[in-house]
């Protein structure tokens, strides 16, 4: 059973470029999480989606950011116009169905660097 | 609102030696408790979670970790650390919802 897949696991744009990460969740998980990791810094929750919903953007900045989770394939993130602040690993999980709040499994995540 | 502590940022330990990693909560209910581990450039692994029960966790690795109501804490312990065990180790915290809320790491230093 392969874990969460994230790809690339390395992107580099430049300032004003967009950025688009992937998320495939285990295999039976409909729940998927999306956290940021600055710097020095531990992981922030940014948006938490099931099949075609977004539940909880809270995380999420306010403008160029988007997450969507379709029917088919896998999670997106999206940031459009990249900022050098941008630069962070984003970090994906997912857990099954049924048992939001229990564990998550990560993926190995992105690396984002934005020159 | 909820927050995790880990007052260590750097611990640094012999090999064999035994080792132990601060965790401390705020939350007016018993929340769900986690450790992970970060390799350099990798995924989060899960050591080991709380949900209720018997406080004293055991986990992968070796590792245990005991909840303590009265201290609001959740320390995580290995009684000898390999070289394999240099890595970040993050604590965290989820209520009844879904959010994860992270501690801001310790990093190990395992030397010879």
């Known amino acids: 059973n392969a874990g969460v897949m994230q790809n690339p696991r390395h992107l580099v744009r430049r300032r004003g470029q967009e950025a688009r990460l992937r998320c495939s969740p285990m295999?039976?998980?409909?729940?998927v999480y999306w956290y940021r990791q600055l710097p020095e810094e531990g992981l922030k929750f940014m948006v938490y989606?099931?099949?075609?919903?977004?539940?909880?953007e809270s995380g999420m900045p306010k403008e160029r950011f988007s997450a969507e989770f379709p029917k088919e394939g896998p999670s997106i993130l999206r940031i459009q116009q990249v900022v050098r602040g941008d630069s962070a690993a984003y970090f994906c999980?997912?857990?099954?169905?049924?048992?939001?709040?229990?564990?998550?499994?990560f993926g190995p995540g992105t690396r984002l660097t934005v020159l | 609102a909820q927050s995790v502590t880990q007052p260590d940022i750097h611990i640094t330990v012999s090999e064999g030696a035994s080792l132990e990693l601060r965790c401390n909560y705020s939350?007016?209910?018993?929340?769900?408790l986690f450790w992970y581990v970060q390799s350099p450039g990798q995924g989060l692994q899960l050591l080991l979670k709380?949900?209720?029960?018997?406080?004293l966790v055991q986990g992968i690795k070796g590792f245990e970790a005991e909840f303590k109501r009265s201290q609001s804490s959740f320390n995580l312990r290995k009684p000898s650390v390999h070289w394999s065990d240099a890595a970040e180790y993050f604590c965290?915290?989820?209520?009844?919802?879904?959010?994860?809320?992270f501690g801001a790491g310790t990093t190990v230093t395992v030397r010879a």
């Open positions: 999980a997912s857990s099954p169905p049924g048992q939001a709040g229990n564990e998550q499994f």
């Open positions: 295999k039976g998980h409909s729940h």
């Open positions: 989606l099931q099949k075609e919903n977004i539940i909880d």
């Open positions: 939350y007016g209910a018993t929340p769900y």
């Open positions: 709380y949900f209720s029960g018997d406080t």
């Open positions: 965290a915290v989820v209520r009844s919802d879904y959010k994860l809320s």
